[in-house]
């Protein structure tokens, strides 16, 4: 069974960071890439960019230039999302997501996390 499980979201002032993290089982992640994607308050669900299972080559959209990054831990089947230089439109709900293919269409990825809270606020 495919499951991908975020954490490490929360409360973080301006200026500050946060990693999140995405456990995944049930599946072969050399075969497919994880994505990240945010949801604001009121806004539609954007793609953060994705890593690649099988070689780890990353792409990143728009929103995640310069302060984002993407990692991961084949040994704990883990994909992370540091990010820096937190400001608070950065708040939303996170999520990983998995398939055999980066889009930046979030309906065209198979496999979603629950997603975890970010809040960037004084």
């Known amino acids: 069974q495919v499951q991908l499980v975020e954490s490490g979201g929360g409360l973080v002032q301006p200026g500050g960071s946060l990693r999140l993290s995405c456990a995944a089982s049930g599946f072969s992640l050399d075969r497919y890439f994880i994505g990240w994607f945010r949801e604001a308050p009121g806004l539609a669900r954007e793609s953060l960019g994705c890593i690649s299972n099988r070689d780890g080559a990353t792409r990143y959209a728009d929103p995640a230039t310069d302060r984002f990054t993407i990692s991961r831990d084949n040994a704990k089947n883990t994909v992370y999302l540091q990010m820096n230089s937190l400001k608070p439109e950065d708040t939303g709900v996170y999520f990983c997501?998995?398939?055999?293919?980066?889009?930046?269409?979030?309906?065209?990825?198979?496999?979603w996390g629950q997603g975890t809270q970010v809040t960037v606020s004084p």
């Open positions: 997501a998995a398939d055999p293919r980066c889009s930046a269409l979030p309906w065209e990825w198979d496999y």
